[in-house]
């Protein structure tokens, strides 16, 4: 017992015992809920994981986990998507530990097992050379073999961990460009209007539709000329029939996407849906 108190505590041993320490201390936290999301990244957010809501981006994409509400009055309802929105996660492909082949899982996965096994392998390189503190040159040694050995062991071990962790594919708010939604408000106008659209998987989100200040005005100027003149017969508007009206229950199509303003452009559908 004495001999391997005086393993661990030696050069190079001593050097990860410590540490092994603090990485024990932290997963016990972990296991008391003592620390919540585990998995945090290198830079202190993940996109991996499974809430109840979300957050949109500045380049409009959107983040969410079984439901997306979001800002600017997006709501969702059904599945969402889970996106790294133009952020980069901590167990994604940059940062430190990725320059070294040890990315795709969580900073705090990847540095347990980098120090547990070079502990591991440190605490045997040292017994082999004779326990205790070896002499300079072979205690350098230890140390060297004991790193390879350990980023070795965790890159190997981070393998199948890396499917486990991987991110969806990000999606975009400008995916909904081009698809049809239905309109839940009285009215869209230039300033206020909100839809419902449907995603690929299912899943369908509230969001905020705005109309053109042209269309608005063409649609008023050709609803005035179906009336026709006070007392008179009605009219029509000149080349065709009156443009629809968009309120609650119709059609409409989305054509762009307004980064700044976070909402879609809209106009009346009456063709099949996409």
Same mark, same amino acid.
């Given at each position: 017992?004495?001999?391997?108190?005086?393993?661990?505590?030696?050069?190079?041993?001593?050097?990860?015992?410590?540490?092994?320490?603090?990485?024990?201390?932290?997963?016990?936290?972990?296991?008391?809920?003592?620390?919540?999301?585990? +998995?945090?990244?290198? #830079? /202190? !957010?993940? *996109?991996?994981?499974?809430?109840? =809501? $979300? %957050?949109?981006? @500045?380049? &409009?994409?959107?983040?969410?986990?079984?439901?997306?509400?979001? +800002?600017?009055?997006? #709501? /969702? !309802?059904? *599945?969402?998507?889970?996106?790294? =929105? $133009? %952020?980069?996660? @901590?167990? &994604?492909?940059?940062?430190?530990?990725?320059?070294?082949?040890?990315?795709?899982?969580?900073?705090?996965?990847?540095?347990?097992?980098?120090?547990?096994?070079?502990?591991?392998?440190?605490?045997?390189?040292?017994?082999?050379?004779?326990?205790?503190?070896?002499?300079?040159?072979?205690?350098?040694?230890?140390?060297?073999?004991?790193?390879?050995?350990?980023?070795?062991?965790?890159?190997?071990?981070?393998?199948?961990?890396?499917?486990?962790?991987?991110?969806?594919?990000?999606?975009?708010?400008?995916?909904?460009?081009?698809?049809?939604?239905?309109?839940?408000?009285?009215?869209?106008?230039?300033?206020?209007?909100?839809?419902?659209?449907?995603?690929?998987?299912?899943?369908?989100?509230?969001?905020?539709?705005?109309?053109?200040?042209?269309?608005?005005?063409?649609?008023?100027?050709?609803?005035?000329?179906?009336?026709?003149?006070?007392?008179?017969?009605?009219?029509?508007?000149?080349?065709?029939?009156?443009?629809?009206?968009?309120?609650?229950?119709?059609?409409?199509?989305?054509?762009?996407?307004?980064?700044?303003?976070?909402?879609?452009?809209?106009?009346?559908?009456?063709?099949?849906?996409?």
């Amino acid at each position: 017992m004495r001999e391997f108190i005086d393993t661990v505590l030696g050069f190079p041993t001593a050097l990860f015992s410590f540490s092994l320490v603090v990485v024990a201390a932290y997963w016990a936290l972990v296991l008391l809920g003592g620390l919540g999301h585990f +998995h945090a990244g290198t #830079d /202190g !957010h993940t *996109g991996a994981g499974a809430g109840g =809501g $979300g %957050h949109f981006h @500045g380049d &409009g994409a959107f983040h969410g986990h079984g439901g997306f509400p979001g +800002h600017d009055g997006m #709501d /969702g !309802h059904g *599945g969402g998507h889970d996106t790294s =929105g $133009g %952020h980069e996660d @901590g167990h &994604g492909s940059g940062g430190p530990l990725a320059a070294i082949g040890l990315g795709g899982v969580p900073a705090t996965i990847t540095l347990s097992l980098l120090i547990a096994l070079a502990w591991f392998a440190s605490l045997a390189g040292s017994v082999l050379a004779g326990g205790g503190t070896p002499a300079a040159p072979l205690a350098a040694a230890v140390l060297a073999v004991a790193l390879a050995a350990a980023w070795l062991g965790t890159r190997l071990a981070i393998v199948p961990l890396r499917r486990v962790f991987r991110e969806e594919p990000a999606a975009s708010l400008r995916d909904f460009v081009g698809r049809t939604c239905v309109i839940r408000t009285g009215r869209v106008g230039v300033d206020f209007g909100q839809a419902e659209v449907t995603a690929d998987d299912g899943s369908s989100a509230i969001v905020q539709v705005r109309r053109h200040a042209l269309d608005v005005a063409a649609e008023g100027a050709g609803t005035a000329a179906a009336e026709g003149p006070p007392g008179g017969a009605a009219g029509g508007p000149p080349g065709g029939a009156v443009r629809p009206v968009l309120g609650a229950g119709s059609i409409a199509l989305i054509f762009d996407f307004d980064p700044e303003g976070q909402f879609f452009w809209v106009m009346p559908y009456d063709g099949p849906t996409p």
